[in-house]
Structures are given as structure tokens and as C-alpha cells.
């Protein structure tokens, strides 16, 4: 059995639809499919959870809903016309946004995200519909039925006993359509996943049933090795772990949520992403193992925004508890961090920067001195992070050296290096102004040389 999951823009349309139903169609073992709400039709569209979410902020401040209500019912109109369906499709959308919108709204994200998974409930209804229409045998199922996540405030995450639950599946006679991007809380309050989080929703289904493949339709045609909008066409990821494409998951490698390849890895299901308007192309597969020949680099990728936390202390090597105490202090603000290169007596915790504010930062720096008794503490802002990864880079000698030399040309300063343990990952911060330069300069180094 293949699970599928078909994302924004491979059902915006009525005629991306149809070329949905081509795709499930050609194989049989294209059971249970799963859908994102309409995305974009083209570049300056807007995507029907961002008009779901304007939507429901009117709602929240008492505004006029009914115009934005309607446009939203307009965009499913425009599919269920050129999709020759009846309109009693677009009176059970209208009734049910209608519904939404004067639910409980005591709880604002809780009522957002109600608002914000009628993109994906209502098309997964549609596509049903659809299907039946043309001779598919198809059954819309609901993520009531078994699809159940964790409570606020936590970020939403499938509770075990989903997968149990969602087991059944696997014996389906007719093609399940399920809206991605939502469950339930065992009290049964709905809760979306991040945005993106279709992704999701199909990884679960695809170990829930334990498939032979899950499949990830999208609008390109493979993954590649380096940000197509930095470097000029970068070579074509073919195969690739999970693993590297979770060290990957910086920008440029966004095609596939970084959080829909733990479902799937549990189990060891492959992924392939494809395309839906090039079907035929063989996309990347994202697999437990593979085999290493050739380069011993796969991609490479960056992002910016990070902001570095350096703190010294003479003889930390030797105080118990540090670590803990520093990374406390963190916990304490809300903060997740990245990475933690340290030295003997100094440590750097790097830290998404969007999660910095004035107070914050002041009240971290003064509490890490008093409280640690540290030498010298300094936030500093404005970091890139540049990830160099690959399964073949283990045992490579001269591999670091090669790529700091590249980085050197540019005339970049290193301001820390990470290796993974794993010895997978060789991470570069450095100041964000050189981050394009140096992706070029080790695209170049690793991949356009074709010396392995
Ligand atoms: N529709 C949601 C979003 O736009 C989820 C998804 O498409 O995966 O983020």
C-alpha cells in the first residue's frame, strides 16, 4: 500500500485536481490519500488557510465576516465547477465555515485553529466527491476517527495510541481521502500541526498503516543539493537518509516538513517526493540506509537569523552543574537552542534570534553573571548557520579543511564550527552578510568540480 499526500498547489484547482486523480488512479496501491487545503494558483495568489486565518481574526474582533467568509467559499465553487460537480458540496462548505466561525471562542488559538483546518477538511470532502463522480470509489474519513494529539500548550504532536488507532486503515477497500494538517485531543478539541503540516498528517498515516512507500506530491521535481535561489542549478538529490535530510532542514530544503520524517523513520517507511505536474520524473527518496559512492557531501544548506550567547568562566570545566544552570536560565525565557560549541573555560549557545527580545536579553546576560558568577557574557546577533552533510563525509579525511579553505576565499571570518557527533554534519556560524557567498563558495568546492 502507498500512502500519497498532495500538497497547496497540487490541489488549487480544479484542473490540479484532476491530475491528482490521474496520479491515484495509475496505481492501485494508492490507497488513502492525504490533502492540503487549495494553496496558490499562482505567484501572487493567496493560499485558503491564509484567507481562513484573516477570516477568523475578523472573527475574533467582532468584525463583518460574511465578505471574507464567502471568498473563501468562492475558491471552492471555482474547483467544484470545473470539477463538473453540484453545488450541494459548496452549501455543505458555506454551512460548516459558518459553524466554525460561531464557535467557542474563549480560547483564540484554539478557535483559530478550528477555523484555520477548514482548508483541508472541507477539499478533503471535495476530492471525495470528486472522485466518486468519476468512477473512484472513495470515502472521505474524518481525523476524529483515531488521529489523536496532545493538549495546548505544547506544539502538536500525534499521541501513540493515533497510530493504533489508524491501523485499520490499511484494509480499505475504497481510496480514503484525509485532510492533513489537524487531529484531535483525546477531549476532542481540534488542534492544527505547524503550517506545512500535511506533510505530517500523511507520515502518520503512511506508519499508522505501515506503507511500502509514502508518497509526497509537490511542485518540483526533486530535492536539490544546495538552495536553487542561491546557486545556479544545483545537482539532484536522488537518494538521501533521513537522517541527512533532518540535518538538511535549514532553508533551500523546506519541501518537506522537517517533523513529518519522525513518524515515518520509526518505522523505516521511505519517502519519495514528487511531482504532480511532472509525475513521471523519479523525485528524491528519502530512505533509512543507503548505499555510499561517489560524493561524500549530499547538500548543503543555510540559513540566517541566529544569535550567539558566548559566556566564560575560569575553570567551568570543572564546575558541576554549568551546563545545566546555563541551559536553565534559557528554559526558564522559553528558549529552544541549536547548537553548543564550547571550549574548556567558554561555551556558545546559538539560538534562533526570533526568539530574542530586549527584556529577555537583559534579563538572560544579567542572571548568567550573577547567578553563574561568569567572567564575561555578550549576546551577539546577525549569524548565519551553513551546513555542510552527507553519510560519505564520515571517514573522509580533509573534508573540514577543503571546505574551510572555500569559506576563507570569501573572506568570511569562521566564528564557530560544529561538528555533529555523527560525524554526518559539519555546521559553519558565521556573520550572516557572507551567507550566500560561502553556499556558492562550497557548492562550487563540493559539488560543481565533481572531485570526490
Ligand atoms: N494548509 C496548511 C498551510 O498552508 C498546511 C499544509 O498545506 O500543509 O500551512
Do not use: W
Not at 131 to 160: C, H, Q, W
Not at 200 to 229: M, Q
Amino acid at each position: 500500500m502507498i500512502v500519497c499526500k498532495f500538497g497547496g498547489t497540487s490541489v488549487a484547482s480544479a484542473e490540479q485536481i484532476q491530475k491528482v486523480a490521474n496520479i491515484v488512479k495509475s496505481n492501485p496501491a494508492r490507497k488513502i490519500v492525504a490533502v492540503s487545503a487549495p494553496g496558490k494558483r499562482s505567484g501572487d495568489d493567496i493560499k485558503v488557510t491564509d484567507l481562513l486565518i484573516n477570516l477568523a481574526m475578523a472573527a475574533l474582533k467582532n468584525e463583518e465576516i460574511e465578505e471574507e467568509l464567502q471568498i473563501v467559499v468562492n475558491r471552492f465553487m471555482a474547483i467544484a465547477d470545473g470539477l463538473e460537480l453540484d453545488h450541494t458540496i459548496c452549501d455543505v462548505i458555506a454551512e460548516d465555515l459558518h459553524e466554525r466561525v460561531q464557535g467557542d471562542k474563549s480560547n483564540e488559538e484554539m478557535f483559530i485553529d478550528s477555523i484555520k483546518a477548514a482548508g483541508e477538511d472541507n477539499n478533503a470532502k471535495l476530492i471525495a466527491a470528486y472522485f466518486n463522480s468519476i468512477g473512484m470509489p472513495a470515502r472521505y474519513v474524518s481525523p476524529k476517527d483515531g488521529l489523536v494529539v496532545n493538549d495546548l500548550p505544547e506544539r502538536t504532536y500525534a499521541l501513540p495510541e493515533a497510530y493504533a488507532n489508524l491501523a485499520p486503515l490499511r484494509s480499505t477497500k475504497e481510496i480514503i481521502v484525509f485532510p492533513g494538517f489537524f487531529g484531535y485531543t483525546k477531549a476532542g478539541i481540534l488542534r492544527t500541526f505547524d503550517r506545512g503540516g500535511s506533510d505530517i498528517t500523511g507520515s502518520i498515516l503512511a506508519a499508522a498503516v505501515e506503507a511500502e512507500l509514502y508518497e509526497n506530491f509537490t511542485d518540483v521535481d526533486c530535492v536539490f543539493s544546495a538552495n536553487p535561489k542561491v546557486v545556479n542549478d544545483p545537482v539532484e538529490i536522488k537518494e538521501i537518509t533521513y537522517r541527512e535530510m533532518r540535518e538538511l532542514s535549514y532553508a533551500g530544503f523546506s519541501v518537506f516538513h522537517d517533523e513529518a520524517l519522525m513518524p515515518v523513520y520509526k518505522i523505516g517507511v521511505p519517502v519519495n517526493i514528487k511531482n504532480t505536474n511532472n509525475p513521471s520524473a523519479p523525485g528524491t527518496r528519502i530512505v533509512p540506509r543507503r548505499s555510499v559512492t561517489g560524493r561524500p557531501v549530499t547538500g548543503i544548506s543555510a540559513d540566517s537569523g541566529f544569535s550567539t550567547l558566548y559566556v566564560s568562566k575560569y575553570l567551568m570545566n570543572r564546575e558541576v552543574g554549568f551546563g545545566r544552570k546555563l541551559l536553565q536560565i534559557l528554559e526558564d525565557e522559553n528558549i529552544s537552542y541549536e547548537h553548543t560549541p564550547s571550549g574548556l573555560d567558554d561555551i556558545s549557545v546559538i539560538m534562533r534570534s526570533n526568539q530574542i527580545t530586549l527584556e529577555n536579553e537583559e534579563r538572560i546576560l544579567s542572571r548568567v553573571k550573577n547567578e553563574l558568577n561568569a567572567d564575561d557574557v555578550q549576546m551577539r546577533h546577525g549569524f548565519s548557520m551553513i551546513v555542510i552533510v552527507g553519510e560519505g563525509m564520515r571517514n573522509n579525511t580533509g573534508l573540514a579543511a577543503r571546505a574551510a579553505t572555500a569559506i576563507s576565499k570569501t573572506g568570511a571570518n569562521i566564528e564557530m564550527i560544529n561538528q555533529g557527533s555523527s560525524e554526518v554534519s559539519l555546521v559553519f556560524g558565521v556573520l550572516q552578510e557572507y551567507e550566500n557567498q560561502i553556499l556558492q563558495a562550497l557548492y562550487e568546492e563540493f559539488f560543481a568540480h565533481a572531485r570526490v
